[in-house]
């Protein structure tokens, strides 16, 4: 049974980035485009969802809304990434002082809860996609500090890294071309971990609205307004809400298979 | 005692270098702070008011007397006055705290209550339904963000079915039982990701702890198999779970400003995120700073603990 839903989180993960992607290509309808008079408007062949409290049409947004999502999410994880890994390699390659000040550093950023941090930011910078990215992007740099130094203490002690410092190679060369491609796989688990906790991240400071901001349509802003409208229109509500599960599902789904792909021993069996 | 004192010390560290990282903030942002906070609604503020908040906040004067002055008022637990209502910072906090802690607590006792028996009972009976359906289920209840899960129940428990009170707070004293209903919701909705946690980490290590020998030993002196789970068995499975448990709550302290927003509940969440809206960069760091406080004293707590109970940890 097991073999045969092993792809599912995988292909459903594709089909959701394909789904952001074609966004601006699909027959939808302007997300941003208010008819007062057909505000609530129930579903129809030509709005399948109905549309929303400004008479938007709902599926559009869905759409616009998951590509926002997506859009964030990879752009601070991959922020993260590169800054995180950097130190976390230069880290443990080096050691010394230069270790110390990079893992310490990381615990000071830990000490922070990451809604709070990001919620400072806001206050200094204001809201807008412009602040979301950076800072979603500092608040996740530890995760891949810690991955890469670690991997990085059982790598570089390893007979070719040896080897390539015999044949006088310069540290940054064998950081780049010599480690790094061995403690890939690692990174990419945490990347798509990483993902999935910047799209709740996103989503709960839009909901306050402090993230992504009005009218630009986000599944956060999206779950916040339909709150004010749970009387009449609950589905404004539903759809957003079963949407980004969705989304997080899939993402942490994704993540495990990738976690046994890259690291038989902790596959099924034990969890 | 000298792992203790390193440990302490160091959390005395980290306390040091987040109050002065949080003091540095404001000077961080590229040009006039005061101007930049002011100017949200897109016009230039004008200078009289400008000059005003400036000295307010004090920051008129050199750096290293704001940050000699900041770290004396936090020495006197004073965190400075709000900029939009001149309101006592430390007061507002020192009236809302106890109300996030309570719900906390009161989300830590329901989910413990629900995720160490479940996990218990699926180390037991390995590949079992309740083991495959707990799995699954405590997956999906870790996914799913805390305020979708608080906004569905609304719909369901308040809309719908109309048994609970969509939000609000009534303080214990005048009426308990209007309290523990209005607490009911949000502790319940905080518990659902967190008893799924637990339910993990206790499944986990309970499997680590069965296949040993002390407990095949316990097992073969004829011991009941209850009292071979309870005081053998448990005994060595729940330190890693009250460890992870522990590391969790200090999560919480920041995961909770949602919850309490949805739910209306009168914690640090309703000050702080009208703070952020508003801007008030004092009541916004004063609050984080407190947070990250608790945080770093949680860990500490946990650390020492643990090093208590397993003195292999201070080497």
């Known amino acids: 049974m097991i073999s045969a839903f092993r792809n599912t989180p995988a292909v459903l993960l594709a089909l959701l980035v394909l789904l952001c992607l074609l966004a601006p290509v699909l027959p939808l309808h302007d997300p941003v485009a208010v008819s007062v008079a057909e505000r609530f408007a129930g579903p129809s062949f030509a709005h399948p969802l109905g549309r929303d409290e400004y008479g938007r049409d709902l599926m559009s947004r869905l759409v616009w809304a998951l590509r926002s999502a997506v859009f964030i999410a990879a752009s601070s994880a991959f922020l993260a990434s590169v800054v995180g890994t950097a130190l976390g390699v230069i880290g443990g390659y080096v050691r010394g002082l230069t270790e110390i000040f990079t893992m310490r550093g990381m615990d000071v950023i830990l000490c922070f809860p990451p809604l709070l941090l990001a919620m400072l930011a806001v206050t200094l910078y204001g809201p807008g996609p412009v602040t979301l990215i950076p800072v979603l992007g500092l608040v996740f740099v530890p995760s891949f500090t810690r991955v890469a130094h670690a991997s990085v203490l059982t790598v570089r002690s390893h007979e070719y890294v040896e080897a390539a410092r015999g044949m006088g190679m310069g540290a940054g060369r064998i950081m780049l071309h010599t480690i790094l491609p061995n403690i890939v796989g690692p990174l990419i688990v945490q990347f798509s971990f990483v993902m999935a906790m910047t799209v709740v991240l996103e989503s709960g400071l839009s909901f306050l609205g402090l993230g992504v901001l009005p009218p630009a349509p986000s599944l956060g802003l999206m779950i916040g307004a339909g709150r004010a409208t749970l009387a009449q229109a609950p589905m404004l509500l539903v759809w957003p809400c079963l949407l980004l599960t969705l989304l997080i599902l899939v993402l942490n789904a994704f993540c495990d298979r990738l976690r046994d792909h890259f690291d038989p021993r902790s596959a099924s069996g034990s969890n | ?315």
């Open chain 2, 1 to 315: 005692m000298a792992w203790f004192l390193h440990r302490f010390l160091l959390s005395l560290v980290l306390l040091w270098v987040v109050t002065t990282l949080v003091f540095l903030s404001i000077h961080m942002v590229p040009g006039d702070p005061v101007e930049l906070l002011l100017s949200q609604d897109g016009g230039t503020p004008d200078r009289a008011t400008v000059e005003m908040i400036r000295k307010d906040l004090g920051l008129d004067r050199p750096v290293y007397v704001q940050y000699a002055d900041k770290i004396a008022g936090i020495a006197r637990f004073d965190l400075g006055r709000s900029i939009v209502d001149d309101s006592s910072i430390a007061q507002g906090i020192g009236r809302r705290l106890p109300r996030t802690l309570e719900l906390i607590a009161a989300a830590a006792v329901l989910s413990l209550l629900i995720g160490i028996p479940a996990g218990i009972y699926a180390a037991l009976h390995p590949g079992g339904l309740f083991d495959r359906a707990g799995s699954y289920a405590s997956g999906f209840a870790q996914g799913v963000p805390v305020f979708v899960v608080g906004t569905l129940m609304i719909l369901i428990f308040s809309q719908l079915l109309g048994w609970m009170p969509a939000g609000g707070y009534v303080a214990f004293e005048r009426d308990p039982a209007a309290h523990l209903r209005f607490l009911l919701m949000p502790a319940s909705a905080i518990a659902i990701g967190l008893s799924a946690v637990v339910f993990r980490i206790t499944r986990a290590s309970m499997k680590d702890v069965l296949p040993l020998d002390f407990v095949r030993t316990a097992r073969a002196k004829g011991l009941p198999e209850w009292h071979v789970v309870r005081r053998h068995v448990l005994r060595n499975a729940l330190m890693p779970v009250i460890t992870i448990f522990a590391l969790q709550l200090g999560g919480l302290l920041g995961g909770t400003v949602l919850v309490e927003y949805v739910f209306n509940w009168p914690g640090l969440s309703g000050m702080l995120v009208g703070a952020v809206n508003a801007r008030d960069y004092p009541m916004v760091t004063g609050v984080i700073l407190v947070v990250s406080a608790l945080f770093i004293l949680l860990n500490l707590i946990v650390d020492i603990l643990y090093g208590i109970v397993d003195p292999r940890v201070r080497k």
